[in-house]
């Protein structure tokens, strides 16, 4: 069965910290997608990423990065020198590749940058 | 343009009322989503269209009832709901065929049931 674990809750930082939030996920697919949300307290969830299950590269896209290890089925998100406006509930989820339609999300981590 | 447009933003309806979200994509996705997430929750799926068709119910109780009247559509009718249906509701849609893409989500309709 596919699961995504994202073991913090909550996490607070100061501004300008790095922060990195965690995600570990199960599956028993060769092939498949994960992906970080954003949720703002707008409630939209803002896609970040989209990494599947054959690219190993981490990637950098100005203050954020993300880095993809399947040997411990995990994908950590960093943010780099965080700022207030990173606060936010950040979901990490899973989807298998085939004519499925399922995103399996996390729990979420809610991160508060405090100014 | 990335949008999905979910309408409307607010809901407040009684036990016995009869409402419906209406949700918007000009992406040209064929799949689209229905996801209900509970305060401090994950969103939860509810339903998935795949090209104007209902291929996933996650068994939702009837009376919330999706209808796709057209591929950039999306609605969810909503009758006699519950207390606990109280809920933000999300729209998202993605390109479907199952290549794993992303997902887009709307803002969401928070819905108040009293």
């Known amino acids: 069965a596919q699961k995504v674990t994202q073991a913090q809750t909550e996490i607070s930082v100061v501004e300008k910290e790095d922060v990195t939030l965690d995600c570990v996920y199960e599956?028993?697919?060769?092939?498949?997608?994960l992906f970080w949300y954003k949720q703002p307290p707008s409630g939209e969830l803002v896609f970040l990423i989209r990494r599947n299950s054959f690219d190993e590269q981490n990637e950098i896209s100005g203050r954020y990065s993300w880095n993809f290890q399947k040997s411990t089925s995990s994908f950590n998100f960093t943010i780099t020198a965080s700022q207030v406006v990173d606060s936010a509930v950040y979901f990490c989820a899973l989807s298998e590749a085939g004519g499925t339609y399922k995103y399996i999300f996390g729990t979420g981590t809610r991160l508060k940058v405090l100014a | 343009d990335t949008e999905v447009t979910q309408t409307p933003k607010h809901l407040v309806m009684g036990m016995t009322n009869k409402k419906s979200l209406k949700c918007e994509q000009h992406?040209?996705?064929?799949?689209m989503y229905w996801y209900k997430q509970k305060a401090k929750k994950p969103p939860e799926l509810m339903f998935v269209y795949s090209y104007e068709k209902l291929s996933i119910n996650e068994s939702v109780p009837s009376r919330f009832s999706p209808e796709c009247p057209n591929s950039s559509l999306l609605n969810l009718h909503l009758h006699a709901l519950q207390p606990e249906d109280s809920a933000l509701y999300l729209c998202?849609?993605?390109?479907?065929?199952?290549?794993?893409?992303?997902?887009?989500f709307g803002q969401g309709t928070r819905l108040t049931v009293v």
């Open positions: 599956t028993r697919d060769t092939t498949y997608y």
């Open positions: 998202a849609s993605s390109q479907g065929g199952g290549l794993g893409t992303e997902a887009f």
């Open positions: 992406m040209g996705h064929r799949a």
